[in-house]
């Protein structure tokens, strides 16, 4: 098991954390979205970009009033943690 942790600002930020870590899309990895952001529209748009990178993989996500991203804790932003696993079913 491995995780990835990054703020999100742009979808080239995702592409840029997969092709530096070769995080190949798989039924095993889990995509967790936490987001301050409401907007619907931003949301799908978020859900979208993820999607197009890592169509497989697992995703979910929760709004929230904080965001912890490698041991720091933010307000009004958006972290995604990839976890990636070699020996679990994900449902």
Do not use: R, W
Not at 20 to 27: A, Q, R, V, Y
Not at 28 to 34: S, W
Not at 37 to 57: A, E, G, R, V
């Amino acid at each position: 098991m491995k995780t990835y942790n990054i703020e999100y600002i742009t979808k080239k930020d995702l592409e840029d954390l997969q092709k530096k870590n070769s995080i190949k899309d798989s039924e095993k990895n889990l995509i967790q979205v936490f987001t301050a952001n409401t907007d619907i529209k931003y949301i799908q748009q978020l859900q979208n970009s993820i999607n197009s990178i890592f169509p497989k993989s697992h995703l979910i996500g929760t709004t929230t009033d904080g965001e912890i991203c490698n041991g720091k804790v933010t307000t009004s932003k958006t972290i995604i943690s990839i976890t990636t696993f070699m020996n679990t079913t994900l449902k």
